[in-house]
């Protein structure tokens, strides 16, 4: 993820980041959830937000996205426990974390394709991950973690503020005390929004970026119709997830070279802890 968003940078181009793939949400995008009609919990029925077809792009999307990966990795060496990965996709991230601390890296995703994608580029690279197909609203591990990390804007495809309490309230839950939660996310550009929108991109494959700003929604449509859905956050969004999740915020960055956050920034970098 680069710390600036311009239109002449394909990946993302949009102020929406690469696929955040591997996340899910319930129901429709923008319909409430229906009652169990019969007694009893409801289990979660992961409906994807975006389409698998996304899968066999990715590493074109992504190919260019790199200055995230040196953020992330000086986090899991100062790790003292397991260090997870929500949303691993096909191991973009946590492959060179692996590599460089000598860590084993629990990477959830509910996508099979990218995790089949993920385990088959660590056979190439020799390197072990603990790869989980799972959502991380449903987060349980089986030792408290040191680190978890949710890269490339993935949050982002939890649509509503129950989705993401949830998300945060078991990661808070799985984490040691002084353990670390970090992730980051655009800051929506109402102009560059305005700009784009419905515009046809040709680079790096044909697609179409549609804003549903009454619903803080970006959606991505494929020439032949599959789509991604992300929704986007506030700064204030965020720091009220942080609070009531019990966690504590230790920095907000403009970036990944720990540059402060101003007016004019266009990624939130968050690093909390339990």
Same mark, same amino acid.
């Given at each position: 993820m680069r710390t600036t968003v311009s239109p002449d940078e394909p990946s993302d181009a949009w102020n929406a980041g690469p696929p955040p793939f591997g996340n899910t949400s319930e129901g429709s995008p923008g319909r409430p959830k229906m009652p169990s009609k019969s007694p009893g919990p409801t289990p979660t029925?992961?409906?994807?937000?975006?389409?698998?077809?996304f899968s066999d792009l990715y590493e074109a999307w992504s190919h260019s996205v790199t200055a995230d990966i040196g953020f992330?990795?000086? =986090? /899991?060496?100062?790790? *003292? $426990?397991?260090?997870?990965?929500?949303?691993? #996709?096909?191991?973009r991230v946590a492959l060179p974390i692996a590599q460089t601390t000598g860590k084993?890296?629990?990477?959830?995703?509910?996508?099979?394709?990218?995790?089949?994608?993920?385990?088959a580029k660590a056979g190439e690279a020799?390197?072990?991950?603990?790869?989980?197909?799972?959502d991380m609203r449903d987060l349980a591990l089986g030792e408290?973690?040191?680190?978890?990390?949710?890269?490339?804007?993935?949050?982002?495809?939890?649509p509503t503020w129950a989705d993401r309490r949830r998300t945060f309230?078991?990661?808070?839950?799985?984490?040691?005390?002084g353990g670390r939660f970090a992730w980051n996310a655009f800051a929506f550009?109402?102009? =560059? /929004?305005?700009?784009? *929108? $419905?515009?046809?991109?040709?680079?790096?494959? #044909?697609?179409?970026?549609?804003?549903?700003v009454g619903d803080n929604r970006i959606?991505?449509?494929?020439?032949?119709?599959?789509?991604?859905?992300?929704?986007?956050?506030?700064?204030?969004?965020?720091l009220g997830l942080i609070d009531v999740s019990g966690l504590s915020l230790e920095a907000l960055y403009g970036g990944f070279d720990g540059e402060a956050f101003r007016d004019d920034s266009r990624e939130y970098v968050f690093v909390t802890r339990r």
């Open positions: 029925v992961a409906r994807m937000s975006w389409d698998e077809a992330y990795t000086d =986090l /899991a060496r100062q790790a *003292d $426990g397991p260090v997870v990965e929500l949303a691993v #996709g096909n191991g084993t890296v629990i990477g959830l995703d509910t996508s099979a394709a990218m995790l089949d994608q993920a385990r020799g390197v072990t991950l603990d790869l989980r197909q799972s408290p973690a040191g680190l978890i990390y949710c890269p490339a804007r993935a949050l982002l495809h939890l309230e078991a990661v808070a839950g799985n984490l040691r005390p550009d109402h102009a =560059l /929004a305005a700009g784009l *929108d $419905g515009r046809r991109q040709d680079e790096p494959f #044909g697609h179409r970026v549609h804003y549903a959606d991505i449509v494929l020439d032949g119709g599959a789509t991604s859905s992300l929704w986007w956050a506030t700064r204030n969004e965020w």
